[in-house]
């Protein structure tokens, strides 16, 4: 790989949300044709990268670039030629925000939020189509965080795209009053984005660091603007509290460490009263839901001095009312592990075998791993050989499933102790929610 295509391929990861929000903007709210421009500024990198150098400032060549692509794309386009007067090339001086963007969201990136979330699209597909034009997460990440295949993902994508083209649906970033309604959407998209960071979908890569950060930024942001809020309120502080552990989640080869094993004097103590901070005011809201729960849940890890020191009821009661308030098969398989470890493994070993028949779940990772490890501790080393092999199968990223062969081979050689083991590690993983 040369240095030229190295330094496009971080830019266009770390850059290309940030360059489409700025188009948008600048187009109006024209979301396809953003995205063209982007793809052929990208295009146009890989060749003049390599053949006059990496620009000092990749994001605003992109940038620039992507913008003179548009303005070309326009021209071609007859029907829109009477636009041309109104789309000069702004400089820093002559960039006014178009009236409809007069509102309380001053970040290019939030803005972008708020605008895809679009109430005209389906729940699901708003925010999947958000996720891949706002984020940049691919196919595959997004499948992930929807517990859905890749096919049907993108199937759900090409349609929301359809109806964005045949229904002329313009991504303008609402009024302030319009901002309530589509909070939930935005919510859930910056939660889908850092568990991404948390626990990245494949690579070589144990987390992403860059992706939790701006996910916090953004409900830093989102706090600001909604302080009455308690889910905004509860989704920072369960971020806050559960990136606490980033410091401690990697050992010095830059492989993963449980929870259980985790020196819990390298979290973040900082970063950790914060999150009590803000889980605090979020309590103290009417109404907390599902992400203030989830706070509540990482918050009882946080606290505990020792893992052998967890109050494992208490997190279990928490999980059974975030599963009566938000009855997904995550929550589900993250609850039937809190319970095994209150009730016994195979209370636990139960509630999971009780998830066969979600067809969703066949290749979900998480539910073979939380499986493998229950197993395990029950003693079934054969029934948990069979469980680590499947989750190995399912596992793309690299770093997640080198832990799991160590766990499968570590088992293997305690001919089925269930002394140790790694089965809280669970909790300390995104995909199957980051709560944990």
Known sequence: MTAAVAALERAYRDERAAVLATLTRRLDGNLALAEDAVHDAVLAAAVEWDRRGVPDRPGAWLTTTAWRKALDRIRRDRALAARLPFLLEPTASDDPLPDFE????????????????????????????????????????????????????????????????????????????????????????????????????????????????????????????????????????????????????????????????????????????????????????????????????????????????????????????????????????????????????????????GLDGDSRLARYQPLHAARAELLRRAGDVAGADAAYARAISLTDNMQERAALERRRLDQSRRSGSPKRSNAASIFDGSSSGCSG
């Not at 920072?236 to 080869?253: F, G, H, K, S, Y």
């Not at 890890?301 to 928490?318: G, P, R, V």
């Open 102 to 353: 007069r509102s309380s969201l001053e970040d290019d990136r939030l803005r972008m939020l708020f605008a895809c979330c679009h109430p005209a699209l389906a729940v699901e597909a708003r925010m999947a189509l958000t996720l891949r034009s706002v984020t940049g997460l691919t196919v595959p990440e997004i499948a992930r965080g929807f517990v859905t295949s890749e096919g049907a993902m993108e199937r759900r994508l090409v349609r929301a795209r359809r109806k964005v083209a045949d229904a002329r649906i313009p991504f303008r970033v609402p009024p302030d009053d319009l901002l309530p309604e589509r909070l939930a959407g935005v919510l859930r998209v910056v939660y889908l984005l850092f568990n991404e960071g948390h626990t990245p979908t494949a690579g070589d890569e144990p987390l992403r660091g860059e992706l939790c950060e701006e996910a916090i930024r953004l409900g830093r942001l989102l706090a600001r603007l909604m302080p009455d809020d308690a889910e905004t309120l509860g989704l920072l502080a369960l971020m806050l509290l559960v990136d606490a552990r980033r410091p401690a989640r990697l050992d010095e080869r830059g492989a993963y460490v449980s929870l259980e094993d985790q020196d819990r004097t390298r979290w973040d103590d900082t970063r950790v009263e914060d999150g009590l901070s803000v889980l605090a005011r979020a309590l103290r809201l009417p109404l907390p839901g599902p992400y203030a729960i989830q706070a509540a849940i990482a918050a009882v890890h946080s606290e505990a001095a020792s893992f052998e020191a967890t109050d494992w009821e208490q997190i279990a009661a928490l999980y059974g009312e975030l599963a009566r308030r938000d009855p997904t098969p995550i929550v589900a398989i993250n609850r039937a592990v809190a319970v095994a470890f209150v009730e016994g493994w195979e209370a636990g070993l139960t509630l999971l075998d």
